[in-house]
């Protein structure tokens, strides 16, 4: 390798310009399906262990194929992993077109839909996670991470969000049908990504030559070995269950119970996408001010602490106020929790550790979202109560902790070769 170390870079650059613009096309089709899912659940259903159900097998496939897909985006070409996803996606949403347009669609077929949706988002999501440090510096990974989660808010909520709820009440064939488009182009954009984002600089200190039956444990060992990944593993996975139990009947609470026109539901959602931009903006400054780690956990007590409110007091004010501050925070945390991590994973093992971390902190909350559609038949304030309060002593309990979690560019993973290696950046 080159002896003199280069300049700590200052700009993300133009790879990550190109990563960053298909993740937006990507980022259209998926707030469209987050938007659509729920209200045709609604339509087909008001049983709120039914709706809370839809929830949990939108992530009930990160229990089953985190780690399978995990591996394949390890021993694969990223960028075709990112294009078979949204492929994948793009089929199904005209499935979704098909059933709603010839009056088919039923609570069991959109259960379905969402499950294979969600056995596509394992293979994006790890996918996108994996190249973003192939070609960004470890110092600017809170800010790559904060410029894609600012823009998939931007698209979801602020375009996605209301485009979707508004033509519900025109025809709901306009946003399924651009759904469809979404994801084709998202899967064309994504071979256009450059050769940095493929993640085959780390092949040759990989393990692509062992039987990939064999690699099923590698995430778990390497998160088993680390005394620190593995508590904030199981911490951020019980929070997501408190959060999961907390929102997974939020739609009802927020149409049925406040009140709120069902047209106006994706405009209303724009309170948690303003919080989260606020989050996002915020993540990198509090960083550099307090520390990755005390910013974490300040940010866990008041994204849960925000849970209670409404649940207290069942207003629209008090809905729209817990939105925002709770997406605020939540941000902050996705974003440096995200950062640490990346700095910490070799690159080869990107995919499978993600699966791995991902199979326990999504693959449970499927359990939070049907324990949450329980608790809603005693009280449907009774999740956000509960689940609120749940997550805020979690978060009081390891503040400790928490605080003492390093910086992204404090940690050495062992790759020798960075993103700003001219071999890696051609």
């Known amino acids: 390798m080159s002896g003199a170390p280069a300049a700590a870079p200052t700009r993300l650059g133009p790879e ?15 707030g469209i399906a987050k938007i659509a ?13 039914l709706i809370s159900g839809v929830a949990a097998l939108s992530m009930l496939p990160w229990l089953l194929f985190a780690i399978p897909a995990g591996i394949l985006i390890d021993r694969v070409d990223r960028r075709v992993a990112l294009a078979a996803a949204n492929s994948v996606r793009a089929i199904l949403a005209l499935g979704l077109l098909v059933l709603v347009a010839t009056s088919s669609l039923t609570i069991v077929w959109l259960c379905v839909l969402i499950f294979l949706y969600g056995v596509g988002e394992t293979i994006y999501d790890g996918s996108v996670r994996a190249v973003v440090p192939s070609i960004v510096a470890k110092p600017l990974l809170p800010r790559a991470n904060s410029r894609i989660e600012a ?9 996605s969000g209301p485009f979707t709820s508004l033509l519900f009440a025109v025809s709901v064939l306009i946003p399924l049908g651009t759904n469809v488009a979404a994801f084709a182009v998202a899967a064309g954009l994504a071979l256009a990504l450059p050769r940095a984002a493929s993640g085959r600089q780390y092949a040759a200190s990989g393990s692509s030559t062992q039987p990939w039956y064999r690699q099923f444990a590698d995430g778990y060992r390497f998160i088993w070995g680390n005394r620190m990944l593995v508590t904030l ?28 026109d069902e047209a106006l539901f994706g405009v209303f959602m724009l309170t948690g996408a303003a919080g989260g931009l606020l989050g996002s903006a915020l993540a990198q400054p509090l960083k550099e001010r307090l520390g990755a780690g005390r910013a974490m956990g ?19 004010w008090a809905a729209a106020v817990s939105g925002f501050v709770s997406a605020m925070a939540l941000l902050v945390w996705n974003i440096l929790v995200m950062s640490l991590r990346q700095s910490i994973i070799p690159g080869r093992l990107l995919g499978r550790v993600h699966g791995s971390w991902r199979t326990l902190l999504w693959g449970i909350m499927p359990l939070g979202a049907v324990l949450g559609g329980l608790l809603a038949r005693i009280d449907i304030t009774l999740p956000l109560v509960a689940g609120g309060a749940a997550a805020t002593v979690a978060g ?5 902790f928490l605080s003492r979690l390093p910086n992204p560019e404090d940690v050495d993973n062992g790759d020798e070769a960075g993103p700003t290696d001219p071999l890696v950046q051609s």
Request: hydrophobic share 60%; charged share 5%.
């Open 16 to 30: 990550f310009a190109k990563l960053f613009t298909a993740n937006l096309t990507w980022s259209l089709g998926d």
């Open 233 to 260: 593993w199981f911490l951020s996975s019980f929070v997501g269950l408190c959060f999961t139990a907390a929102t997974a009947t939020w739609v009802l609470f927020v149409v049925d119970h406040l009140g709120l």
């Open 151 to 159: 823009g998939e808010l931007i698209v979801q909520n602020f375009l």
């Open 298 to 316: 300040l940010a866990t007590i008041v994204a849960s602490l925000s849970l209670v409110l409404p649940g207290l007091v069942p207003q629209l």
């Open 37 to 49: 899912a729920p209200l045709l659940a609604v339509q087909l259903t008001t049983d709120p262990v």
């Open 396 to 400: 009081l309990v390891f503040f400790r």
